[in-house]
């Protein structure tokens, strides 16, 4: 199966600035979606974007998709204390129901 | 949406023994997925949880290891048989949704001694 991968940097950002993570997969896909991890706990679905998008808001959340570069982006903008998390990208591929997990982002907003 | 209750939480379980963590769904759905987080990484898929039929496994994972039950549209159970410190982790289920969005359990952190 394809992987999500994130670049394995380590974000610590200031309250209210804006945290941008990547990620990169390797095959075709029918979308790509980002989730947020709180201190090794259950995943929350942030955002779904499908392989003929380019880009997309949800609040605070903006995500970009290049298929040609095959690589996606999340941004934080304004970020708060409680989104500090990790936050993992994860693909899915057209008549698949699984999800091919990245290797995840530890984002920390200091107060 | 669904709401996924996962359990036990956590545990510290001995050697050479197994557990067994229930996944218990608010809404019937169609396909339930495990998956392992080893400490530090990310999610690696264990098994699709099938109702009605055997679940099918990724990979470098078995059914003698890790047996799944699907009774029905709502619960499904992973048993971590004859543990070794190398199972430490923490274990997650996942209900499938609209477009592949999954919804996930509190997760289940085990450490084996």
């Known amino acids: 199966s394809q992987q999500g991968e994130e670049d394995p940097q380590a974000l610590s950002i200031q309250e209210g600035e804006n945290a941008t993570m990547n990620c990169s997969y390797k095959t075709s896909i029918n979308n790509l979606q980002w989730y947020r991890q709180n201190s090794g706990r259950g995943l929350v679905h942030l955002i779904l974007?499908?392989?003929?998008?380019r880009e997309k808001h949800s609040g605070r959340l903006r995500v970009t998709l290049d298929t040609s570069k095959k690589s996606s982006s999340l941004l934080i903008t304004a970020s708060r204390a409680a989104d500090t998390a990790s936050y993992f990208c994860?693909?899915?591929?057209?008549?698949?129901?699984?999800?091919?997990f990245g290797k995840g982002n530890q984002v920390v907003v200091i107060p | 949406s669904a709401v996924i209750s996962q359990k036990p939480s956590r545990d510290i379980c001995q050697r050479g023994t197994s557990l067994t963590i229930q996944c218990q769904v608010d809404?019937?759905?169609?396909?339930m997925f495990w998956y392992r987080q080893q400490p530090g990484q990310s999610l690696t898929l264990i098994a699709t949880?099938?109702?009605?039929?055997?679940?099918?496994?990724e990979s470098g994972f078995v059914i003698d290891k890790f047996p799944i039950s699907r009774p029905n549209l709502t619960f499904s159970t992973l048993t971590v048989s004859n543990m070794s410190p190398e199972d430490s982790s923490i274990y997650l289920c996942?209900?499938?949704?609209?477009?592949?969005?999954?919804?996930f359990g509190a997760g289940t952190r085990l450490s084996v001694l």
């Open positions: 949880a099938n109702q009605g039929s055997e679940a099918t496994y």
């Open positions: 996942s209900a499938l949704a609209r477009e592949n969005i999954q919804y």
């Open positions: 994860a693909t899915a591929a057209y008549g698949n129901n699984r999800l091919a």
């Open positions: 974007i499908r392989s003929n998008e």
């Open positions: 809404s019937q759905v169609t396909m």
